[in-house]
């Protein structure tokens, strides 16, 4: 009878025990405050040239990715690219960096923030976002001349890559675009002009007269 009540008070005591136990820990593990969460994202878009105004201003529809079936560069010309920033979490985001890494073969010519030529890097301070809060950066590059780029290539695609982070949140994305060379050494085969016309009428001639004189001494 005594070792049955000692049962009992254990079980009477462990069952005590739990609502402060879950209370601690929560039903699966160590019990951790509501924390806000921190998330960022970068979106990062080629432009696409579409239109061109009476002005000459070249107007772009931006896009993931250009592949050799969309529209190609040539070697000299302006490529666009556009950042969107945004702050995907329920609390302010702080001191956000926003970089891109320029690739080879084209230079920026016109942007936010600062460019490191050593680097290659493309820094912009793109400072506090509040929740949901969006930022977009545009930034101008121009690729290089006909003699910079490879000359084993007519064709290559290009990557261009950028990032979005502070100390606690980062995020990446890249956009590529594809530029074809202009093939040099190829010479096109003379057009048949005047001059030349008159020079196969004469060689026609020739031969034609030439048999005649074959056919009298034959005979």
Same mark, same amino acid.
């Given at each position: 009878?005594?070792?049955?009540?000692?049962?009992?008070?254990?079980?009477?005591?462990?069952?005590?025990?739990?609502?402060?136990?879950?209370?601690?820990?929560?039903?699966?593990?160590?019990? +951790?405050?509501?924390? *806000? $969460?921190?998330?960022?994202? &970068?979106?990062?878009?080629? /432009?696409?040239? @579409?239109? %061109?105004?009476?002005?000459?201003?070249?107007?772009?529809?931006?896009?993931?990715?250009?592949?050799?079936?969309?529209?190609?560069?040539?070697?000299?010309?302006?490529?666009?690219?556009?950042?969107?920033?945004?702050?995907?979490?329920?609390?302010?985001?702080?001191?956000?960096?926003? +970089?891109?890494?320029? *690739? $080879?073969?084209?230079?920026? &010519?016109?942007?936010?923030? /600062?460019?490191? @030529?050593? %680097?290659?890097?493309?820094?912009?301070?793109?400072?506090?976002?509040?929740?949901?809060?969006?930022?977009?950066?545009?930034?101008?590059?121009?690729?290089?001349?006909?003699?910079?780029?490879?000359?084993?290539?007519?064709?290559?695609?290009?990557?261009?890559?950028?990032?979005?982070?502070?100390?606690?949140?980062? $995020?990446?994305?890249?956009?590529?675009?594809?530029?074809?060379?202009?093939?040099?050494?190829?010479?096109?085969?003379?057009?048949?002009?005047?001059?030349?016309?008159?020079?196969?009428?004469?060689?026609?001639?020739?031969?034609?007269?030439?048999?005649?004189?074959?056919?009298?001494?034959?005979?």
């Amino acid at each position: 009878m005594k070792k049955i009540f000692i049962a009992l008070v254990t079980v009477l005591s462990f069952i005590s025990l739990v609502p402060s136990v879950f209370a601690q820990y929560g039903q699966y593990g160590q019990y +951790t405050p509501n924390t *806000p $969460s921190q998330s960022i994202l &970068i979106d990062k878009q080629v /432009g696409r040239p @579409s239109t %061109t105004t009476k002005g000459g201003i070249v107007n772009y529809d931006y896009v993931d990715n250009l592949t050799p079936s969309d529209a190609r560069f040539k070697p000299g010309d302006i490529v666009m690219f556009k950042l969107r920033i945004k702050n995907t979490s329920n609390t302010t985001l702080t001191g956000v960096t926003v +970089t891109d890494s320029v *690739p $080879s073969y084209v230079e920026p &010519i016109e942007g936010p923030g /600062g460019y490191n @030529s050593s %680097t290659r890097i493309l820094s912009v301070d793109a400072g506090n976002f509040a929740p949901d809060e969006e930022k977009t950066y545009f930034i101008k590059m121009q690729i290089g001349g006909q003699n910079s780029l490879p000359s084993d290539k007519g064709l290559m695609c290009i990557t261009n890559s950028a990032r979005a982070y502070n100390s606690i949140v980062s $995020s990446n994305d890249t956009a590529q675009f594809c530029v074809e060379k202009q093939v040099i050494g190829v010479k096109a085969a003379p057009k048949a002009g005047p001059e030349m016309n008159i020079l196969l009428i004469a060689g026609q001639l020739g031969i034609l007269g030439l048999g005649i004189k074959l056919k009298k001494k034959a005979i």
